[in-house]
């Protein structure tokens, strides 16, 4: 694919070429933030929590929907319509997100799975970043492990503020509880006040103003806006929906947008913004139990409809990267390793499968290809999906449905018996790619599976990128 061939330093030495069809629309890059060019870029990595797709103001949306601070970055940035996380609840995605590598390739399935934790055999984007110079950061949720040699600073970060895990954490109460829910400082529990969001941003920017000097990369997972409904008084009575869950779930909304404003305000502020690729998406679809808005998708969060999977998506870098565009091209949460690797020019690992893309030269207009030849999601049991080009083959519970993506986003028409050959052929795809991956990483631990075993990667599949 054109996105594989060009290198990271290339990127960085490249000038900035006239755009193609496909997401500039024949637009010409201004040269503005090209001096900054040679060095280290800066890395901001925002992930959302069971934010609904309608529920940014960017996208099409309710009209009791109002973010500025998400809309700053589609103005500034480029606005995916085909985002997708890689996993229909929180935990698999993010194991995912740090590994560019689908999470099932080493056993994380299921939420449940960060309860065993992911493999310390995993190289992390950290991991790289940090031996590239970076100082890293994750300030949020983690939700991959609880265990000591599973926390972010045995994963390749300097810095942790946040929980541990799992999905759900209470906003206002902060206090040392137990090893899951306590709030983090590095490695020592601590007790904190106020609300979980409005620190989040804090330490964000905390962060971001003590390592101006140098590159940073910072992953900062709000677990907002996931149940419990829990928000400040201040921001609830800004709504008025008839519904009181909902203008609580928009009250956790407005003052998480807040908080992607004031990290935008500090990179401006501290002169970083020029030299900083920011990407924001949601962990997965929007939530029914928490009141979240898909819009004209199917379903929620939990299944692998597009309202479970697909996800409001954006990619910021003033100066390198074209503002207020719209790409339709079809990303997954697992091309965040490679895209920000790429722009540090920063060497991936060559011992692995990696199954994230760059997506550097799609936004450019340098991809003559797809950036994937198909998207998978799994969960280890009989729901699954696979996308290919407009198709999009699902099975729940065994029954296989299949759906034009193009002409029917909200998956109504069930295609199947008048395309049979289109189901097959997706079929294969999906079981070929259901041969390489690994059993539970729970089965694993049990079974004390050793490299080399059925599951694990095969040799003859590495290096592929």
Not at 20 to 32: E, H, I, M, N, R
Not at 103 to 118: E, K, L, N, V
Not at 230 to 256: E, P, S, W
Not at 391 to 417: F, Q
Request: with cysteine; charged share 25%; proline share 5%.
């Amino acid at each position: 694919m054109t996105g594989n061939t060009i290198t990271r330093r290339d990127f960085l030495r490249s000038s900035m070429l006239a755009a193609s069809a496909l997401c500039l629309g024949g637009k010409v890059l201004p040269a503005a933030g090209r001096e900054n060019a040679g060095s280290a870029p800066n890395i901001v990595v925002i992930v959302s929590d069971d934010q609904g797709y309608a529920d940014s103001s960017c996208y099409d949306h309710p009209k009791e929907v109002s973010t500025p601070g998400i809309d700053r970055l589609a103005e500034e940035g480029v606005r995916f319509t085909n985002g997708y996380a890689s996993g229909y609840v929180c935990a698999p995605t993010r194991a995912g997100l740090l590994t560019g590598r689908y999470q099932q390739r080493f056993g994380f399935y299921t939420a449940g799975d960060s309860r065993t934790g992911m493999p310390t055999s995993e190289i992390t984007v950290a991991d790289v970043l940090s031996k590239n110079g970076y100082a890293t950061a994750i300030i949020g949720k983690w939700h991959v492990g609880i265990e000591p040699e599973y926390r972010p600073l045995q994963r390749g970060f300097d810095e942790f503020y946040g929980f541990l895990g799992h999905g759900a954490h209470d906003y206002f109460k902060l206090d040392i509880t137990d090893e899951h829910t306590s709030i983090y400082r590095n490695d020592k529990p601590i007790n904190d006040t106020g609300y979980l969001t409005d620190n989040l941003a804090r330490e964000a920017v905390s962060f971001i103003e003590r390592y101006q000097k140098k590159p940073f990369f910072l992953y900062l997972p709000f677990n907002a806006v996931h149940w419990p409904l829990q928000a400040l008084q201040k921001h609830i009575d800004r709504f008025n929906t008839g519904d009181k869950n909902r203008d609580v779930y928009l009250a956790m909304l407005v003052c998480m947008d807040e908080a992607i404003d004031r990290v935008l305000d500090a990179l401006k502020r501290t002169g970083a913004d020029d030299n900083t690729l920011v990407i924001f998406f949601s962990d997965n679809g929007g939530a029914q139990k928490n009141l979240a808005n898909n819009g004209a998708l199917r379903d929620y969060k939990q299944t692998v409809y597009e309202g479970g999977i697909r996800v409001p998506f954006i990619v910021r870098w003033p100066g390198r990267l074209p503002e207020g565009t719209i790409c339709d091209e079809p990303v997954i949460s697992l091309d965040v390793m490679p895209t920000v690797c790429a722009a540090a020019g920063a060497e991936l690992p060559d011992d692995r499968v990696y199954d994230g893309r760059d997506m550097l030269p799609v936004i450019l207009g340098q991809a003559k290809e797809p950036l994937h030849e198909a998207l998978f999601w799994y969960d280890g049991t009989n729901q699954w999906a696979v996308r290919v080009g407009k198709w999009k083959l699902l099975s729940r519970t065994g029954s296989l449905e299949l759906y034009d993506l193009k002409s029917d986003i909200g998956e109504k028409d069930n295609l199947k018996e008048q395309n049979q050959e289109v189901v097959e052929r997706l079929q294969q795809t999906f079981d070929v790619w259901k041969s390489q991956l690994a059993p539970t990483i729970s089965k694993a631990k049990r079974d004390r599976r050793t490299p080399g075993t059925p599951g694990t990667d095969a040799p003859k599949e590495r290096n592929r990128r």
